[in-house]
């Protein structure tokens, strides 16, 4: 008669399962170490004796059961409300912004005055825009002092500049020259 496996009062925690499975590979299936609940037991002598029994026919003991693994879902339960609460409002908070770029670019593009005939209105522009052109805008002229802090700044920026070849280097030089005799002179020439 043999006994089927027996039901653990107590559940094994990893460490000693992991311990029961290197005793049983690394003595080449010997009996294992009993463990605490089964020493101080009464009835663990007869069911270890069964189990030494059953080495000496052949037959290797059943492993310890293994713990139940629960889904990844019910590990993590109380991420999933957090998680539905920022898509939510990440979803909302994109919807309403891109509802408010539709309605501002709808009113732009609605233009204010629609003219009855529009080759009439392009030869207006025509003129307008020639007009501009026969006209030159007159500029105030720059005062010598900012002239003179343009020109040093200029001349500043061409000592920067690392030429690549003679000819680069001599242009640079003529231009320096130049600036240094604008900014040496009692007076600028206008512009």
């Known amino acids: 008669?043999?006994?089927?496996?027996?039901?653990?009062?107590?559940?094994?925690?990893?460490?000693?399962?992991?311990?029961?499975?290197a005793q049983q590979q690394g003595k080449g299936f010997t009996s294992p170490s009993p463990s605490p609940s089964m020493a101080s037991s009464t009835s663990a002598a007869p069911a270890q004796s069964s189990a030494a029994a059953s080495y000496k026919k052949g037959f290797a003991p059943p492993p310890p059961p293994q713990p139940p693994k629960e889904s990844f879902a019910r590990r993590y339960k109380f991420l999933w409300p957090i998680l539905l609460t920022?898509?939510?409002?990440?979803?909302?908070?994109?919807?309403?912004?891109?509802?408010?770029?539709?309605?501002?670019?709808?009113?732009?593009?609605?233009?204010?005055?629609?003219?009855?005939?529009?080759?009439?209105?392009?030869?207006?522009?025509?003129?307008?825009?020639?007009?501009?052109?026969?006209?030159?805008?007159?500029?105030?002229?720059?005062?010598?002092?900012?002239?003179?802090?343009?020109?040093?700044?200029?001349f500043e920026e061409k000592r920067k500049i690392k030429p690549k070849d003679p000819e680069e280097k001599k242009l640079i030089d003529e231009e320096k020259a130049t600036l240094?005799?604008?900014?040496?002179?009692?007076?600028?020439?206008?512009?």
Do not use: H
């Open 1 to 21: 008669m043999s006994e089927g496996p027996k039901l653990y009062t107590y559940k094994p925690k990893k460490a000693q399962l992991k311990q029961c499975q």
């Open 86 to 154: 920022v898509n939510i409002a990440v979803g909302g908070y994109l919807f309403i912004r891109t509802k408010k770029k539709d309605t501002t670019s709808v009113e732009e593009e609605v233009p204010e005055y629609v003219p009855s005939n529009p080759a009439a209105m392009t030869a207006k522009i025509a003129e307008a825009t020639l007009q501009a052109i026969k006209t030159p805008t007159r500029r105030e002229p720059i005062p010598e002092d900012q002239q003179r802090e343009l020109f040093k700044w200029m």
């Open 180 to 191: 240094k005799q604008f900014i040496q002179a009692k007076s600028i020439p206008s512009i």
